[in-house]
């Protein structure tokens, strides 16, 4: 099957800082990446749909100038915390679809686990 | 607003029993997911249901779907340890993949 990667697998940073995480789609072109984000022990909530050349459409309650989200190429998508407060610690994971070939499945990478300190 | 529950939030069984999680949704929709989490880890694709009535199996799991109920179940036959992890459900009513998750249930097996 498809092959999604997040890098980095484990970030730990100062608040303040911005961390930037990057969502890869390995043999398949992604029209389109989610970002999600998942508290410890609950479920994922989506933060925003990023198409490939166009702006990301950020769910409601998602601070878009908070969470920077960039889908450059149809296999590169970044999502950057800026400014990153203790509240931002979550999982974060991304998923991509390709509409080019058309798939009923959104393949989901590992996941990043952002801690701030 | 669409809204995803899943009972039971959290399931501890014996191997070896049965046992059957529902996923009820608030919307119209004739597109549900089931997936699996283990601690720690992302999700991993277990089942995907398109169609009214639609069944799938998978080893000791079986998932369907009853679009008019807007009800879907995972049924879990002879559990082994192996299959403990958070189960979600995910609906998609737009048709392109912007899918609202479950509140998940985990499930622990008990040897």
């Known amino acids: 099957g498809a092959v999604v990667s997040q890098h980095p697998s484990w970030v730990i940073c100062k608040s303040g800082t911005s961390v930037k995480i990057e969502c890869r789609s390995l043999?398949?072109?992604?029209?389109?990446m989610f970002w999600y984000r998942q508290f410890p022990k609950q479920s994922l909530m989506l933060m925003a749909t990023?198409?490939?050349?166009?702006?990301?459409?950020?769910e409601q309650g998602v601070e878009k100038d908070k969470f920077l989200i960039n889908h450059a190429s149809l296999t590169l998508s970044t999502l950057t915390v800026t400014s990153a407060h203790p509240e931002d610690s979550s999982f974060y994971i991304c998923?991509?679809?390709?509409?080019?070939?058309?798939?009923?499945?959104?393949?989901f990478g590992p996941g990043t686990r952002l801690t701030v300190l | 607003e669409l809204k995803v529950e899943q009972n039971p939030l959290f399931l501890s069984m014996q191997e070896g029993k049965n046992y059957t999680i529902y996923c009820n949704y608030s919307?119209?929709?004739?597109?549900l997911y089931w997936y699996r989490q283990d601690p720690g880890k992302s999700l991993e694709s277990l089942f995907v249901?398109?169609?009214?009535?639609a069944v799938k199996q998978e080893g000791r799991l079986m998932a369907s779907l009853d679009t008019k109920a807007r009800l879907s179940t995972l049924h879990i036959t002879a559990a082994v340890h192996d299959l403990s992890a958070t189960y979600f459900c995910?609906?998609?009513?737009?048709?392109?993949?912007?899918?609202?998750f479950g509140t998940g249930t985990k499930l622990q097996v008990i040897p």
């Open positions: 998923s991509a679809i390709s509409r080019l070939v058309g798939t009923d499945t959104q393949y």
């Open positions: 043999d398949f072109q992604a029209t389109t």
């Open positions: 990023s198409n490939e050349g166009s702006k990301a459409t950020y």
């Open positions: 919307t119209t929709s004739d597109r």
């Open positions: 249901l398109l169609s009214n009535g």
């Open positions: 995910a609906v998609d009513i737009l048709g392109y993949q912007k899918v609202t």
